[in-house]
């Protein structure tokens, strides 16, 4: 049983002489040609197509509200709605990020503070975007829901400076969100 | 020849090779990216316009991306042009202009339009009018094998000396099968000079496409008889072609996916890039025959051409001009099949390609020349001599198909 044979298509006169594959080879290409540039391709609605083809075309048209919930784009930092910084720099997301593209200087919360027995908070936060691969562990890993990643994909810098997010950046991004655990509420 | 003939023939080199055929071949670059990515699905380059942000302006002009076989080629002479240790150098230098030039030199002869006259002084629109106009360009276009060959065998690796050695193979099966396929043309028209080939075209009517022009001597009943062997001709003729300019279905020696580039794969750079205006302008010159030779070269057709010959303001006949707009209208609508039967045919096997060279268009050709031999010379023969000529011809035909269903089939396997 190792050895199956196969037995070959007996080809007809007219397969044989291989021009009538090669017309519908011909009509075929033409169809999606025609097609392409009535926009009329199979596809072409659902892919939000620029009217040639299946393709959109990038700067002036946009992906962004097709991006679908699950999409892991920037990684950001989040205040919520008191306006304190969630972020408590425990460093876990620093050493669970695999391309080590996290880093924090941790710093303390002074005591006359409102938010003073969270104790700590960044000092500085900066994500490499060069190296930042977008796995989205480090929302994974963040037991304060502090970083988060959002759906900014345009991430482009004229140097390697540029692309380091820093604290305030990242913040800006981020932006404020509601309804997340309030672990260091007062009403608790 | 006095100095004036010579500037002539000077100006013709320099505008009908470098400011004609030349840009056709980034053009055609153009056409094939765009009508791939047509076929596709795509979009193809449409951005690379004139940069008029560069200059301050508000938007940049896109042109339909015209621009980009210019950016591509900038980007070509930007690169560094290597030259691998271990390639044999004066032979691996020679390659790339032995593949373009001999391309180029075959433009001198193709007919690019109707004779311009001015102040009473007729200029053809042709660089070299020369008698034997196809034989001509064969015997020059297949010298682009040796570039190729050499190529192949001076970059002393395994994939490319493969290519260089298919190439040559592949234009010995086709050369045969490409020059007995222009017989029957030639014997029509009892002439070799292309010129001459296309005015007769334009007076009695494409070969494939004799609609007008019925004189006692071309005789509608004889044109339309003599368009059986003619289209024949063509198929196979246009079928070699595309061999002969290593073109996608036989594209066997470059073979992307077998010998990563073949006969090109250590070239970068210019010399890269000269192997590529090699290929389209040799691409060019044989959409150019197959035009002159099949379609009416620079005719426009109907009876029309007389009427713009005689097209002037005082004494300068232009209607050459219109007549070279006809021709390249032509050109690139041929050029545009060529691109569709790349994005279309697969490529074919090695051994289906001998095949269908040495088994199939090689008997066709020769039995479509005693064809078109017996059409042609049906009016001044008995009417028993043409029955048994035909008979004869039935015979020769059915012994020809016979033998080369008999060499298809296989041996019997002795043992199982």
């Known amino acids: 049983m190792a050895v199956v044979k196969l037995q ?3 080809l007809n006169f007219g397969e044989k002489i291989y021009f009538g594959a090669l017309i519908k080879g011909f009509i075929l290409t033409m169809t999606h040609a025609v097609k392409t540039l009535r926009g009329k391709s199979v596809g072409a609605d659902e892919l939000a197509s620029s009217g040639l083809g299946v393709t959109m075309q990038f700067p002036e048209q946009r992906w962004d509200s097709h991006l679908p919930e699950y999409y892991r784009g920037a990684p950001t930092l989040v205040t919520d709605e008191q306006g304190r910084e969630r972020c408590v720099s425990c460093q876990l997301c620093e050493f669970v990020c695999p391309p080590k593209a996290i880093k924090i200087v941790p710093s303390e919360i002074p005591s006359d503070d409102p938010w ?33 990643l959002r759906k900014d994909y345009l991430i482009t810098g004229l140097k390697r400076a540029d692309m380091v997010h820093d604290k305030k950046k990242l913040y800006e991004i981020g932006g404020t969100r509601v309804g997340l655990v309030n672990k260091w509420n007062e009403l608790k | 020849m006095d100095l004036l003939q010579i500037a002539i023939i000077i100006v ?23 009508f791939s990515a047509v076929i596709q699905d795509r979009v193809g380059p449409n951005r690379v316009g004139i940069p008029l942000t560069l200059l301050g302006f508000k938007k940049d002009f896109h042109l339909f991306g015209l621009v980009q076989p ?19 150098k004066a032979f691996y230098w020679m390659a790339p202009a032995l593949t373009v030039v001999p391309a180029l030199i075959t433009v001198c002869v193709v007919p690019f339009g109707s004779p311009i006259s001015i102040f009473g002084h007729t200029e053809k629109l042709v660089i070299a009018d020369l008698d034997i106009g196809p034989l001509f360009i064969f015997s020059v276009a297949s010298l682009s094998v040796y570039g190729i060959t050499l190529a192949g065998w001076s970059s002393n690796s395994k994939f490319p000396f493969i290519g260089g050695v298919r190439s040559t193979a592949q234009m010995i099966s086709y050369e045969i099968a490409l020059g007995l396929s222009i017989i029957p043309v030639l014997m ?5 000079n292309l010129s001459t080939i296309v005015q007769q075209q334009a007076d009695h009517g494409w070969l494939l496409l004799p609609l007008w022009g019925h004189d006692a001597d071309h005789t509608f009943i004889s044109k339309l008889l003599f368009w059986f062997p003619a289209a024949i001709a063509f198929l196979i003729f246009t079928i070699s072609i595309f061999a002969e300019t290593n073109r996608m279905p036989f594209d066997l020696p470059e073979c992307e996916t077998e010998l990563v580039g073949g006969y090109h794969t250590e070239y ?5 890039a000269m192997f590529f205006m090699g290929e389209y302008a040799a691409m060019v010159i044989g959409s150019a025959l197959i035009i002159t030779l099949f379609l009416g070269g620079w005719s426009i057709g109907f009876g029309l051409d007389a009427m713009v010959a005689k097209l002037h303001i005082g004494d300068f006949y232009y209607g050459g001009f219109i007549h070279l707009g006809c021709f390249l209208a032509k050109l690139i609508g041929f050029i545009l099949f060529f691109i569709l039967v790349r994005w279309t045919v697969p490529r074919f096997r090695y051994d289906q390609l001998m095949k269908l060279g040495w088994v199939v268009f090689f008997e066709a050709a020769l039995i479509n020349v005693f064809l078109a031999a017996l059409i042609v ?15 004869l011809l039935v015979i020769v035909t059915a012994a020809v198909i016979w033998v080369a269903k008999v060499s298809e089939e296989h041996p019997k396997v002795l043992r199982a």
């Open chain 2, 12 to 34: 013709k080199i320099v505008v009908l090779t470098f400011m004609v055929v030349l840009p056709l071949v980034p053009v055609s670059v153009y056409f094939e990216r765009r």
């Open chain 2, 377 to 391: 010379a049906a009016p001044q023969l008995e009417k028993t001599i043409i029955g048994v000529g035909a008979v």
């Open chain 1, 8 to 10: 070959r298509p007996k």
């Open chain 2, 70 to 88: 210019i950016a591509d080629g900038l980007k070509l002479f930007l690169k560094e042009d290597f030259t691998p240790a271990h390639v044999r």
């Open chain 1, 116 to 148: 003073a027995k969270v104790e700590k908070r960044p000092l500085e936060f900066e994500i490499d975007m060069i190296r930042c691969i977008y796995c989205g562990m480090c929302e994974e890993v963040c037991p304060e829901q502090a970083i988060y």
């Open chain 2, 188 to 192: 029509y028209y009892g002439d070799l």
């Open chain 2, 268 to 272: 970068s750079s210019m010399k890269f």
